[in-house]
């Protein structure tokens, strides 16, 4: 396989990638307001067949889905890129230098929204099927492409969409560039996300507030019964108390531990990134609680009067939110009926309720998993630089679709920038980390391709029908 020219075909193909992308912001796709979506998603498919992929926008209840697929041999391996063509909203217009869907070039940076999160980082896959199709004869390994257009809307739609088309979908792995590099500039490979339960607890004494003089000591105060209940669940150093929380949490391993050592750590620098003056621990601990370990977290507590002056009453109700931070291979709906039957116990007065919000389960894929390997090596000969392996990402991401329904694991590459300003006025995309996404997707589609030739990849297990389909 000749990836020397397609590698070449990519630095020679600079302006024309840079068009593409251009025209991609250009197309408002805000999801949370609904406009320009369905433009967005059929202009995308016009870009994937542009680059010669097979493409199709598939409705759904909600935003469309863009797929497309190239297909080179139904007997290699197949990777599944996902992106998401959904921007945030560019409000507050008046803090960009330049409007939000006027793509713009300053200081070798593209100004957009969705420059970065997550278009530049979408069509940067599209870019290196095109260049391996243009100027390799195919790229090695048989590609799909999943692009959705609700993820900053929190992917409401896309596990039922996933179920719904799993023979379509069928991959050995799934490969995903969305956030920044490291602040170093140095690449990063992440390997999962923590998930998230939210309840909320609810404790009702009195059908009103009472006097706390003259009925105190008679009518029960709900909050002192969501205080002792609390105090059940969680010790002071934060370990929980709930029967079988722990029971499902992977033991750390020995090559986990070392990578947890390998991770950047300053206690000063990272204490004031959160307002603190320092983080009073060393860095494997740091690394751990956040990629590692579950947390059971109070957001919010509501109750009493809390106005002006002071109201000597006795709430009549009371109400704690609460968001469960989860890791593999614990599950939203354990972990719920477990918190339940823990408070039922303790005072089965309190209500337990799951909160709107969609739950997300946690997802992580082992580091000595063996595309780890490849995707680094891949990522190391791009950028001449040592990968920072990240075990998991604290926060939720709806990636555990891809294990759970899809049965195949996922390994993600951000190309942005580490000051992408994504979410936020002025996002930009650096013209080089672009350029060098669009070599990295190329570069781990012919590793991935050369290990499976070479037996070194896992293979999803395959039905007949998810073979042929
Ligand atoms: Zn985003």
């Known amino acids: 396989m000749s990836s020397e020219r397609v590698h070449r075909y990519i630095d020679d193909h600079r302006d024309e990638a840079l068009d593409v992308l251009a025209t991609l912001v250009r197309q408002p796709s805000i999801s ?91 069509i940067a896959h599209v870019l290196a099927a095109r260049a391996w199709l243009e100027a390799g004869g195919g790229p090695p390994v048989n590609l799909k492409f999943i692009f959705e257009g609700e993820e900053e809307s929190g992917s409401p739609g896309l596990a039922a969409f996933v179920r719904a088309h799993r023979e379509r979908l069928a991959a050995d792995l799934v490969y995903i560039s969305d956030g920044g590099l490291h602040p170093s500039g140095a690449p990063v490979i992440t390997l999962g996300n923590r998930g998230i339960l939210g309840v909320t607890l609810v404790a009702q004494g009195a059908d009103r507030d009472n006097h706390s003089g003259n009925k105190g000591g008679v009518v029960p105060n709900p909050v002192w019964m969501l205080v002792h209940v609390l105090a059940t669940m969680v010790d002071a150093s934060g370990r929980v108390l709930i029967d079988g929380f722990y029971d499902r949490v992977r033991p750390v391993g020995a090559v986990e531990e070392a990578l947890l050592g390998r991770l950047d750590f300053d206690p000063v620098a990272f204490g004031r990134t959160m307002g603190l003056p320092e983080v009073p621990m060393d860095g494997p601990t740091y690394w751990r609680r956040i990629m590692l370990e579950p947390y059971v977290n109070i957001n919010g507590f509501i109750s009493g009067y809390v106005g002006p002056g002071s109201k000597t009453i006795i709430p009549s109700k009371a109400e704690c939110r609460m968001d469960f931070r989860l890791v593999v291979d614990q599950t939203t709906e354990e972990i719920f009926e477990k918190v339940r039957a823990h408070v039922v116990r303790v005072d089965p007065r309190v209500q337990v309720l799951p909160r709107g919000f969609g739950a997300m389960e946690p997802s992580r894929t082992p580091p000595d998993h063996p595309a780890v390997a490849v995707v680094a090596q891949a990522v190391r000969a791009v950028r001449g630089l040592e990968p920072y392996v990240n075990l998991c990402a604290g926060g939720s991401l709806p990636s555990a679709v891809w294990p759970r329904i899809l049965g195949a694991d996922h390994i993600s590459v951000p190309y942005a920038n580490a000051d992408e300003n994504n979410h936020s006025p002025n996002e930009n995309l650096s013209l080089e980390r672009f350029y060098d996404g669009i070599h990295v997707s190329a570069e781990v589609f012919r590793a991935l391709g050369e290990a499976d030739r070479a037996g070194a990849l896992r293979r999803r297990p395959r039905t007949e029908r998810g073979d042929r389909r």
């Open 32 to 122: 949370a307001q609904g406009v320009g979506i369905e433009a967005c998603a059929a202009l995308l498919a016009g870009l994937l067949r542009d680059a010669g992929i097979a493409a199709e926008v598939v409705p759904t209840a909600t935003r469309p889905v863009v797929l497309g697929e190239v297909r080179r041999d139904p007997a290699a391996y197949t990777l599944l890129c996902y992106g998401h063509y959904d921007v945030q909203p560019p409000e507050p217009l008046e803090l960009w230098e330049s409007p939000p869907f006027e793509p713009t070039i300053r200081d070798g940076r593209l100004y957009g929204r969705g420059t970065g999160d997550n278009k530049g980082q979408l």
